[in-house]
Nanobody, 112 residues
Framework: QVQPVESGGGLVQAGLSLTLSCTAP????????IAWYRQAPGKQREFVAR???????DYADSVRGRFAISRHNAKNTNYLQMNRLTPEDTAVYYC??????WGQGTQVTVSS
């Protein structure tokens, strides 16, 4: 199984924005549900957002209204746009394709 690959993480000041991307071989991202999870040190991995093949999206309460998940099928890429970031958003962010294909994660650090 080929893992999806996340990119776009980094250090960002609170209140600003950052966009993560998730790519996978072929057109897998166009037919499976794509989800983002995050895990902070010492904490359980938590759901952030997901989007299905029809474009229906849902979000965790902690990010609803600030984050937006989308997909660009022609580029085989999924995006997680994160706005008005806070230090509580600091975590490793993981992309999940379908039921079981996980990326290795990308670090997002939000400074005060």
């Amino acid at each position: 199984q080929v893992q999806p690959v996340e990119s776009g993480g980094g250090l960002v000041q609170a209140g600003l924005s950052l966009t993560l991307s998730c790519t996978a071989p072929g057109r897998i991202l166009s037919i499976y549900t794509i989800a983002w999870y995050r895990q902070a040190p010492g904490k359980q991995r938590e759901f952030v957002a997901r989007i299905n093949s029809g474009g229906s999206a849902d979000y965790a309460d902690s990010v609803r209204g600030r984050f937006a998940i989308s997909r660009h099928n022609a580029k085989n890429t999924n995006y997680l746009q994160m706005n008005r970031l806070t230090p509580e958003d600091t975590a490793v962010y993981y992309c999940k394709v379908g039921n079981s294909l996980w990326g290795q994660g990308t670090q997002v650090t939000v400074s005060s």
